[in-house]
């Protein structure tokens, strides 16, 4: 089914795509339908983090289905919320888009929307949708809430912290590359192309609809542990790592044989003859959680279910480094994003 | 000068672009630089509003420097925040930039917005900077207070009100239909053509530099008047009454011999063989504030500068209405917004 937008108009679309929502939150006083939101957040300290995502640079409509892309468009947004030790509670949608998207498409991409923030609790409580020229634009803010006294910044890593990851890395990179290839060769031959991604399917997965570590910040709050310094793994673990240190006038040591990955993206990089390592380090989009804790909490955080300690934070004199499994010493380079879409 | 992004790439713009930004609300706890910003607003309510920005749609470069888009875009985001009775107090702002932008001209965006925060008592605490494969999309989510008892709904209009307006309507309109018309006559004529805006300026002042009625809602509040609804002018007079009586139950009545015009206004629909009023009535961009209030008010009204009182409120039975000059009643429409950007 195929309707199109020009059928029901900008108002006919808006109530369409918004008549579902319901808030749930107690700190929602006013949701979507006036001139701004209204919240309440007397007892708390209020966390406000926002991402812009454009058709072509963060997603491909050809291997991607809108309702992953709602889902995931939520889920990182989150992640920052979570990165700063505290809970997201609400987020505007604002979606530009073309006249090739019909309401069917747009209520997928809701979809996935809604389901990200009724399994996390959060409110949708406003936005934008305006046409575009050209590609989808999707910008989401997220509002969040924390105690006082216990949101984590970067700049709280101190000499002797030993340095944590959860989950494993590089995944979502490879899940991106197998389906860049599989589009490739879909172009190159059509109809007699089938995609095989048995055995891949957590690479799809970690790439296509990755979630956001609530279950960590869980964990930290029920052990009573606050990290000294957070931030989530959006741009690769070498990249994030560096923000920490430098935010924090640190160095830091981590070890290559710690770096959590899992078999699947290992096997993947060997088929693609790369570096399983330097996937993890740069590849970004991972969406787990690296923090610094005192010594003193090694043994609480070790007993926790998919938390690595990978090294350690040193001295700002140190630098920056990935020891080999050969002992060898490589400096942690921040490769970061080209704004230019390389 | 011309510098382009890829000298200095990605961490290197947003430093660039950022440096000079420093917070003075005392609700901004933290501001650009970790995952999320951080505020306090253990004694208010919390606004937020939203607005997507798109390049061709809402703004052409041909003829809009990038610093009074920066402005324009903070501004809008402002208004909505007046219009719920409420101060701007914060924004995020995310752009998505081509190739085809230098550093200088992201600057002068910035210069724009900054300019806009500086008079308006506004920080900026965050955002996203990222590639487009296509033009200028900008973002921004705006965060604002307001006491609790004093927010202003749309939907509080009540029988017999009286509707007030600020300013005047139908100049922004009439300034965007000379900046095409003046646009096309320099495509068709290139060296030839010298623009005249002599006796304009107000109309292109309107469109390209529009202000946002921070002084109406501190009249407002002197006057100890509350609105019982209010709505911020961006989509024309008469979606947005519309927006107010179809939320409160009511009908209205409005007199064309009231909607407050300017003379350049007047003059330049006469030009253009248009219909003044329908440029008000439809025309958008106004940013003026649009509210009711009761009849008790109307003397307290009717003395402050530049609000004008053109109707009232009435039972829903009776519709929505304009009063020409000659006395007949003609329905208002909601123009509204056309998806596919007719």
Request: with cysteine; charged share 20%; glycine share 10%.
């Amino acid at each position: 089914m195929r309707t199109e937008i020009s059928t029901i108009g900008e108002f006919g679309l808006i109530r369409r795509l918004t008549e579902n929502i319901s808030t749930g939150n107690s700190s929602t006083i006013q949701g979507i339908g006036d001139d701004a939101a209204v919240l309440e957040y007397s007892r708390k300290q209020v966390l406000v983090t926002t991402d812009l995502l454009l058709e072509g640079i963060h997603f491909d409509l050809s291997y991607s289905p809108l309702k992953h892309i709602g889902y995931k468009a939520a889920i990182v947004n989150f992640s920052d919320i979570y990165a700063m030790n505290g809970h997201p509670k609400q987020i505007t949608v604002s979606i530009g888009i073309s006249k090739r998207f019909c309401i069917e498409e747009l209520e997928e991409f809701y979809m996935g929307l809604k389901l990200a923030c009724s399994i996390y609790g959060v409110d949708i409580i406003g936005g934008d949708t305006s046409t575009s020229l050209t590609g989808l634009a999707i910008s989401i803010t997220c509002i969040g809430e924390a105690d006082k006294g216990k949101i984590v910044y970067r700049n709280g890593a101190k000499d002797g912290n030993i340095i944590c990851v959860s989950g494993d890395l590089g995944a979502a990179y490879m899940g991106l590359q197998l389906l860049e290839r599989e589009k490739q060769m879909f172009e190159d031959l059509r109809n007699d192309f089938v995609a095989d991604f048995s055995g891949k399917e957590y690479l799809l997965e970690r790439q296509l609809k990755p979630e956001a570590r609530k279950d960590v910040i869980d964990m930290l709050e029920q052990a009573s542990v606050i990290p000294t310094a957070m931030i989530d793994i959006s741009d690769g673990l070498s990249s994030e790592l560096l923000h920490i240190t430098h935010a924090s006038g640190t160095g830091c040591r981590i070890y290559e044989e710690r770096i959590p990955i899992d078999y699947q993206t290992a096997a993947m990089a060997e088929t693609f003859n790369m570096n399983v390592v330097t996937a993890a380090l740069n590849g970004g989009e991972d969406y787990e959680l690296l923090f610094t804790v005192p010594i003193s909490s090694y043994d609480i955080i070790t007993a926790m279910n998919g938390i690595h300690v990978i090294g350690y934070v040193s001295e700002a004199a140190m630098g920056n480094c990935l020891i080999g499994r050969d002992g060898g010493e490589i400096p942690l380079m921040a490769q970061g994003w080209n704004p230019l879409g390389g």
